[in-house]
Protein backbone atom coordinates (compact mmCIF):
# COMPACT_ATOMS: atom_id res chain seq x y z
CA UNK A 1 0.00 0.00 0.00
CA UNK A 2 1.75 3.33 -1.36
CA UNK A 3 -0.17 5.54 0.66
CA UNK A 4 -1.67 8.79 -0.09
CA UNK A 5 1.43 10.22 -3.21
CA UNK A 6 1.49 14.07 -3.46
CA UNK A 7 3.65 16.24 -5.65
CA UNK A 8 6.13 18.34 -5.90
CA UNK A 9 7.07 17.34 -1.94
CA UNK A 10 8.61 20.93 -2.26
CA UNK A 11 7.67 23.89 -4.37
CA UNK A 12 9.63 27.72 -4.54
CA UNK A 13 7.91 30.17 -7.02
CA UNK A 14 7.46 33.78 -7.29
CA UNK A 15 4.53 35.58 -6.42
CA UNK A 16 1.93 36.15 -9.42
CA UNK A 17 2.98 32.33 -10.74
CA UNK A 18 1.00 29.67 -11.31
CA UNK A 19 0.78 26.84 -9.16
CA UNK A 20 -0.28 22.97 -9.58
CA UNK A 21 -0.08 20.44 -6.52
CA UNK A 22 -1.05 16.86 -7.35
CA UNK A 23 -2.68 13.92 -5.42
CA UNK A 24 -3.19 10.42 -5.85
CA UNK A 25 -5.15 8.81 -3.28
CA UNK A 26 -5.27 5.31 -1.73
CA UNK A 27 -6.50 3.08 -4.12
CA UNK A 28 -10.02 2.40 -3.11
CA UNK A 29 -10.86 5.34 -1.18
CA UNK A 30 -13.92 7.27 -2.28
CA UNK A 31 -13.30 10.48 -0.37
CA UNK A 32 -10.49 13.31 -1.21
CA UNK A 33 -9.80 15.83 0.99
CA UNK A 34 -7.41 19.12 0.50
CA UNK A 35 -5.96 20.60 3.85
CA UNK A 36 -3.53 23.75 4.07
CA UNK A 37 -1.51 24.02 7.12
CA UNK A 38 0.01 27.05 8.71
CA UNK A 39 1.43 27.99 12.45
CA UNK A 40 -1.41 30.46 12.38
CA UNK A 41 -3.86 28.71 11.58
CA UNK A 42 -3.11 25.23 11.85
CA UNK A 43 -5.07 22.38 9.62
CA UNK A 44 -7.85 23.99 7.71
CA UNK A 45 -10.21 21.64 5.33
CA UNK A 46 -10.27 23.57 1.36
CA UNK A 47 -12.03 21.29 -0.45
CA UNK A 48 -13.44 17.80 -0.07
CA UNK A 49 -14.36 14.99 -2.88
CA UNK A 50 -16.49 11.88 -2.67
CA UNK A 51 -16.95 9.77 -5.39
CA UNK A 52 -15.19 12.58 -7.88
CA UNK A 53 -17.69 15.30 -6.87
CA UNK A 54 -16.72 18.44 -4.91
CA UNK A 55 -18.84 18.18 -2.16
CA UNK A 56 -17.79 21.15 0.16
CA UNK A 57 -15.39 23.89 -1.02
CA UNK A 58 -16.45 26.68 1.62
CA UNK A 59 -12.72 26.20 2.64
CA UNK A 60 -11.65 27.26 -0.40
CA UNK A 61 -10.20 30.88 0.49
CA UNK A 62 -10.74 32.51 -2.80
CA UNK A 63 -11.08 32.17 -6.77
CA UNK A 64 -7.52 32.17 -6.89
CA UNK A 65 -8.09 28.34 -5.68
CA UNK A 66 -9.69 25.89 -7.40
CA UNK A 67 -9.68 22.25 -7.93
CA UNK A 68 -10.23 19.22 -9.90
CA UNK A 69 -10.65 15.36 -9.53
CA UNK A 70 -10.83 14.06 -13.14
CA UNK A 71 -11.09 10.60 -11.82
CA UNK A 72 -10.67 8.45 -8.97
CA UNK A 73 -7.19 8.04 -8.52
CA UNK A 74 -6.15 12.25 -8.94
CA UNK A 75 -6.74 15.07 -8.19
CA UNK A 76 -5.23 18.56 -8.21
CA UNK A 77 -5.55 22.00 -6.11
CA UNK A 78 -4.56 24.97 -8.58
CA UNK A 79 -3.20 28.53 -7.22
CA UNK A 80 -3.40 31.24 -10.14
CA UNK A 81 -2.00 33.91 -8.98
CA UNK A 82 0.11 32.82 -6.65
CA UNK A 83 0.27 35.32 -3.37
CA UNK A 84 3.21 35.48 -0.82
CA UNK A 85 0.39 34.86 2.14
CA UNK A 86 0.12 31.26 0.31
CA UNK A 87 2.94 30.05 1.68
CA UNK A 88 2.25 26.93 3.58
CA UNK A 89 2.12 22.86 3.57
CA UNK A 90 -0.59 21.73 0.95
CA UNK A 91 -1.99 17.99 2.51
CA UNK A 92 -3.97 15.78 0.18
CA UNK A 93 -5.79 12.68 2.28
CA UNK A 94 -8.04 10.19 1.32
CA UNK A 95 -10.30 7.85 3.22
CA UNK A 96 -13.41 5.13 2.36
CA UNK A 97 -15.21 5.72 5.29
CA UNK A 98 -14.11 6.64 9.14
CA UNK A 99 -10.63 8.87 9.43
CA UNK A 100 -8.28 10.93 6.69
CA UNK A 101 -5.02 8.99 5.59
CA UNK A 102 -3.10 11.89 4.79
CA UNK A 103 -0.29 12.26 2.57
CA UNK A 104 2.76 13.76 2.96
CA UNK A 105 2.63 17.06 2.10
CA UNK A 106 3.76 19.79 -0.61
CA UNK A 107 5.72 22.59 1.03
CA UNK A 108 4.91 26.04 -0.70
CA UNK A 109 7.02 29.07 -0.88
CA UNK A 110 5.80 32.04 -2.64
CA UNK A 111 8.29 34.75 -2.90
CA UNK B 1 -19.09 26.60 15.36
CA UNK B 2 -17.23 23.87 16.60
CA UNK B 3 -14.19 23.82 18.04
CA UNK B 4 -11.51 20.82 19.40
CA UNK B 5 -8.55 22.63 21.95
CA UNK B 6 -5.80 21.24 23.49
CA UNK B 7 -5.15 21.94 27.13
CA UNK B 8 -1.36 21.99 26.80
CA UNK B 9 0.49 23.25 23.56
CA UNK B 10 3.42 21.60 24.55
CA UNK B 11 4.61 18.52 26.55
CA UNK B 12 7.90 17.19 28.19
CA UNK B 13 8.62 14.30 29.25
CA UNK B 14 11.57 11.49 30.33
CA UNK B 15 12.07 8.53 28.19
CA UNK B 16 10.63 5.71 30.18
CA UNK B 17 7.70 7.62 31.99
CA UNK B 18 3.86 7.86 30.43
CA UNK B 19 2.75 10.72 28.68
CA UNK B 20 -1.23 12.04 28.63
CA UNK B 21 -2.43 14.21 25.96
CA UNK B 22 -5.83 15.62 26.56
CA UNK B 23 -7.86 17.08 23.99
CA UNK B 24 -11.25 19.04 24.65
CA UNK B 25 -14.18 18.88 22.08
CA UNK B 26 -17.02 21.18 21.81
CA UNK B 27 -20.03 19.37 19.53
CA UNK B 28 -21.63 16.54 21.77
CA UNK B 29 -23.28 15.19 18.18
CA UNK B 30 -19.57 14.24 17.69
CA UNK B 31 -19.33 10.96 16.92
CA UNK B 32 -15.78 9.78 16.41
CA UNK B 33 -12.40 10.77 17.20
CA UNK B 34 -9.19 10.26 16.13
CA UNK B 35 -5.84 10.95 17.51
CA UNK B 36 -3.30 11.70 14.91
CA UNK B 37 0.83 12.05 15.14
CA UNK B 38 2.84 14.43 13.17
CA UNK B 39 6.56 14.52 13.14
CA UNK B 40 8.19 17.48 11.55
CA UNK B 41 7.85 17.60 7.65
CA UNK B 42 5.77 14.61 7.77
CA UNK B 43 1.88 14.64 7.51
CA UNK B 44 -0.34 13.44 9.98
CA UNK B 45 -0.22 10.12 10.83
CA UNK B 46 -3.29 8.10 12.36
CA UNK B 47 -2.42 6.47 15.68
CA UNK B 48 -5.91 5.36 17.08
CA UNK B 49 -9.39 5.96 16.65
CA UNK B 50 -12.56 5.22 19.18
CA UNK B 51 -16.14 5.72 18.26
CA UNK B 52 -18.61 7.76 20.64
CA UNK B 53 -20.07 4.31 22.26
CA UNK B 54 -16.88 3.54 23.80
CA UNK B 55 -15.02 5.25 26.92
CA UNK B 56 -11.50 3.39 25.85
CA UNK B 57 -9.55 1.97 23.25
CA UNK B 58 -6.20 0.21 23.60
CA UNK B 59 -3.40 -0.04 20.99
CA UNK B 60 -0.33 -0.61 21.14
CA UNK B 61 1.75 1.40 23.90
CA UNK B 62 -1.61 3.70 23.19
CA UNK B 63 -4.84 4.13 25.19
CA UNK B 64 -7.90 6.83 24.08
CA UNK B 65 -10.43 7.82 26.28
CA UNK B 66 -13.30 9.24 25.90
CA UNK B 67 -15.58 11.32 28.36
CA UNK B 68 -18.58 12.19 26.41
CA UNK B 69 -20.06 13.64 29.89
CA UNK B 70 -17.64 16.47 29.77
CA UNK B 71 -16.15 16.39 26.13
CA UNK B 72 -12.41 14.92 26.40
CA UNK B 73 -10.44 13.20 25.22
CA UNK B 74 -6.98 11.86 26.38
CA UNK B 75 -4.41 10.28 24.75
CA UNK B 76 -2.09 8.36 26.96
CA UNK B 77 1.23 6.74 25.96
CA UNK B 78 2.83 4.49 27.65
CA UNK B 79 6.77 4.10 28.11
CA UNK B 80 7.39 6.43 26.37
CA UNK B 81 10.18 6.92 23.64
CA UNK B 82 12.04 9.39 21.73
CA UNK B 83 10.77 8.62 18.92
CA UNK B 84 7.12 9.56 20.28
CA UNK B 85 8.32 13.35 20.03
CA UNK B 86 6.22 14.73 17.69
CA UNK B 87 3.01 17.12 17.60
CA UNK B 88 -0.30 15.22 18.50
CA UNK B 89 -3.47 16.17 17.32
CA UNK B 90 -7.24 15.33 18.11
CA UNK B 91 -9.72 15.10 15.46
CA UNK B 92 -13.68 14.88 15.63
CA UNK B 93 -15.92 13.71 13.62
CA UNK B 94 -18.82 16.05 13.28
CA UNK B 95 -22.06 16.46 10.97
CA UNK B 96 -21.61 15.70 7.50
CA UNK B 97 -18.58 13.20 8.24
CA UNK B 98 -16.85 16.93 8.81
CA UNK B 99 -13.51 16.76 10.85
CA UNK B 100 -12.39 19.73 13.12
CA UNK B 101 -8.77 19.33 14.11
CA UNK B 102 -7.14 20.55 17.09
CA UNK B 103 -4.27 22.97 17.17
CA UNK B 104 -2.10 20.08 18.84
CA UNK B 105 0.47 19.68 21.22
CA UNK B 106 4.10 19.09 21.49
CA UNK B 107 5.40 16.13 22.84
CA UNK B 108 9.36 16.10 23.68
CA UNK B 109 10.53 12.84 25.02
CA UNK B 110 13.69 13.68 27.09
CA UNK B 111 16.29 10.74 26.78
Known amino acids: DAGVIQSPRHEVTEMGQEVTLRCKPI?????LFWYRQTMMRGLELLIY????????DSGMPEDRFSAKMPNASFSTLKIQPSEPRDSAVYFC?????????FGPGTRLTVL | GESVGLHLPTLSVQEGDNSIINCAYS??????FIWYKQESGKGPQFIID?????DKRQGQRVTVLLNKTVKHLSLQIAATQPGDSAVYFC??????????FGTGTSLTVIP
Open chain 1, 49 to 56: FNNNVPID
Open chain 1, 93 to 101: ASSLQMGRF
Open chain 1, 27 to 31: SGHNS
Open chain 2, 50 to 54: IRSNM
Open chain 2, 27 to 32: NSASDY
Open chain 2, 91 to 100: AERSTGNQFY
